[in-house]
């Protein structure tokens, strides 16, 4: 018999909504995603939500609803300004931390749910870093290990709590009566040429320093070399994207080039 296309595509229709009708009838349709992650299956906290396994399509409300934490510690800890603190998605937070130099999303979660919880947690997988306030409450909130401790002294983001953009000091402004061919000052208050060394943070590795930026802050080509294990790729080039790309961890790979730079000065 030669079934033709007309009903064959009555056929497969019939086959698809009769299955998910049966499904339906049975209790095992669902349109919604399960927001559950897996849980511990050994030790103390067998039978508890892991919070290895949070996705960045949880939301905030979602992470106090699993692991039990106030959305108003989970506002502090990730810098949430939205009046509906439990609706923001955690996929948001690298977007909304892009000035940051270093990476904050939901590996940040991760650590701050595990930490503040004091559920086990490897140290040794991704590189996940956390803002001071973050920090501060998880402090407040249980005791950390050494280990714990020492891993948060490398990944908290202390720029994170530096202004945006400097304060100006009026005082220290030249005012409408100078004369424009008054010799200028020096941030330090002497005159001439700028010291190059007046300001440390120009000497510091962060997310936009490029291997020439090493050769200028005076380290030599052979310690790069000699450190990256590798010939000295392209000038122009982060530091930071030359180290996702080889797989190395930026910052470790940092503490080691700023060695480095330190003793150049």
Known sequence: MRITPRWMAVF?????FGGILVSMGLGEWTTKTNKEPLKFTEGKYAGENNPADIRGSYTFGDVSRLFDIPLE??????RILEADVAAVPLKSLEENFAYLEEELGTGSVKLFVALYKG????????????LPEAVELIKQKTTLSQEQLDYLAIYTISEATAPAAPLIDESTQPSAGDSEGETA?????????PDPKQDHEEFVIAGKTTFQDLLDWGVKQEDIEKTIAQPLPSLNLLIKDWAAAEGFSFSTLKAQLQALVDAAK
């Open 12 to 16: 497969v229709v019939t086959v698809l």
């Open 73 to 78: 510690d989970l506002a502090i800890a990730f």
């Open 119 to 130: 559920y086990p947690y490897d140290l040794s997988g991704e590189d996940a870093f956390l």
């Open 185 to 193: 000052r020096t941030p330090t208050g002497g005159l001439g040429t």
